[in-house]
């Protein structure tokens, strides 16, 4: 039932997220009945090309995702999982782009850094390209029969020719217990810093000659860092343990902690002083501008790590909501 | 003399045709329960046959528009969703046969008096 798995996953990939799993649990029982039919008719289990032919009957991936789609009346049916797989394959893009060319205006302009402002023009660049998109596919829609031939896909094809099927995404244990044993080694790192330079300066912690040094904030803002640290660290223990759907939930949370880390990063704006006058002292508008420019460098983290954590959020929260719609297993 | 249909334009009128007479057929069959499959059966056995891809996703919207109820129940140790008819579909049902009656009967009368003629 190999092929069966790889067809509802091609069907999934053009389906909403709300109501998917649900979906997709009616269409396997449905089409196991149908192969269950055939097989009381011929007396005998179906070979695999009776089960690809099945599937080639029942219809290319798109066109039957695109019959579970809401009705849209600017663009048909037929267009309308094109439509939105063009947009959701291309947003990331659009947000990439748009964060390189902020990135390179801050760099090379020369201009005053204004994150807000970055961020808050965002949704109008969301929204022009949105419009851009489906006044394209609107465009192409109406045209289509009008001025140039109608687009159709052939009815026959190949169910073989599916792509595998992929697991869902998740880290391994092994790689979750590397996880665990890199997070402690770093946090006993950390600790042992204060007491030994040597592990962040290196052979430079004996030379003494060092004209800047951290803020006394650092003081504080350490032992918060260290603490949330110690925190994360019994929740991914309890991940390496914990069933698929706590597991998420756990490492929801260690993500939040890494938020508030950065948080705090982020507050202290000042993180380097200098420590003595002399002649290889770099110049106080120096420092200050090393300072922005790490401020700005944990503000821009921050935000990625924020809308990478709602991203995760709303993706765990649909998926949960679907699952309690579509609790029952076909197996 | 024949005339030479596009193909195209007839299968777009037929399945204009289809449609209503599709969502009456398949309301008035789940006045019993079914699942997907027994119900395109059932439909077939009568001499209506229906793709399953254009089955399955109509009984998903006529049961978003109220029409249908559905429960996930298991049958022959495998579960499945299936299809009843609501209230409301019942009321509804009963208004579209009326219309339905009242179509069929002008046809009737139209293709007659062609005929007559």
């Known amino acids: ?331 | 003399m024949t005339v030479e249909l596009p193909n195209d334009l007839f299968d777009s009128l037929r399945m204009e045709l289809r449609r209503g007479c599709l969502i009456l057929a398949v309301l008035a069959q789940l006045r019993a329960e079914h699942y997907g499959y027994t119900l395109r059966k059932a439909l077939a056995d009568q001499g209506l046959e229906i793709e399953e891809s254009t089955l399955y996703p109509l009984l998903r919207r006529l049961e978003t528009q109220g029409l249908l109820t559905s429960e996930w129940r298991e049958e022959e140790k495998r579960n499945k969703r299936f299809y009843r008819l609501s209230a409301e579909g019942r009321a509804i049902l009963d208004r579209l046969l009326a219309e339905w009656n009242g179509i069929n009967e002008s046809l009737h009368r139209i293709l007659k008096n062609e005929k007559e003629g």
């Open chain 1, 1 to 331: 039932m190999d092929l069966l798995e790889r067809y509802l996953q091609a069907v999934g990939q053009y389906l909403q997220v709300k109501g998917k799993e649900d979906t997709l649990a009616e269409l396997r029982a449905n089409l196991l009945a149908e192969m269950e039919g055939r097989e009381e008719e011929l007396g005998r289990p179906l070979n695999e090309a009776e089960v690809s032919s099945v599937l080639e009957q029942h219809g290319r991936p798109v066109i039957v995702a695109s019959r579970y789609l809401p009705q849209h009346f600017l663009i048909g049916p037929g267009l309308f999982p094109l439509y939105w797989y063009t947009l959701v394959k291309s947003f990331p893009l659009v947000v990439l782009a748009y964060a390189v060319a902020q990135a390179a205006n801050f760099i090379f302009g020369g201009r005053n850094v204004d994150i807000g402002a970055a961020i808050g023009h965002f949704p109008y660049v969301a929204f022009t390209f949105w419009g851009v998109v489906t006044l394209g596919f609107a465009v192409f829609e109406y045209g289509q029969g009008r001025y140039f031939q109608q687009i159709k896909l052939e009815k026959a094809w190949n169910p073989r020719e599916l792509p595998d099927r992929t697991e869902p995404k998740g880290p391994s244990f092994a790689s979750r217990v590397a996880d665990l044993i890199v997070s402690v080694l770093m946090l006993s790192w950390l600790i042992a810093v204060p007491d030994h330079p040597y592990l962040v300066l290196g052979p430079g912690a004996s030379l003494q000659k060092l004209s800047f040094g951290l803020t006394p904030a650092w003081h504080v803002l350490y032992w918060q860092i260290v603490r949330l640290l110690l925190l994360t660290l019994p929740l991914k223990a309890a991940a390496l343990f914990a069933g698929e759907k706590w597991r998420r939930g756990l490492e929801l949370a260690t993500k939040g902690i890494g938020i508030l880390i950065l948080a705090v990063m982020v507050q202290a704006r000042s993180y380097l002083v200098p420590l003595r006058e002399g002649s290889n002292l770099p110049s106080l508008a120096n420092l200050a501008q090393v300072n922005y420019s790490l401020n700005l460098a944990f503000k821009i983290a921050l935000a990625v790590c924020v809308i990478k954590f709602l991203w995760d959020l709303w993706e765990a929260v649909t998926r949960s909501r679907g699952n309690a719609r579509s609790f029952v297993r076909v197996f």
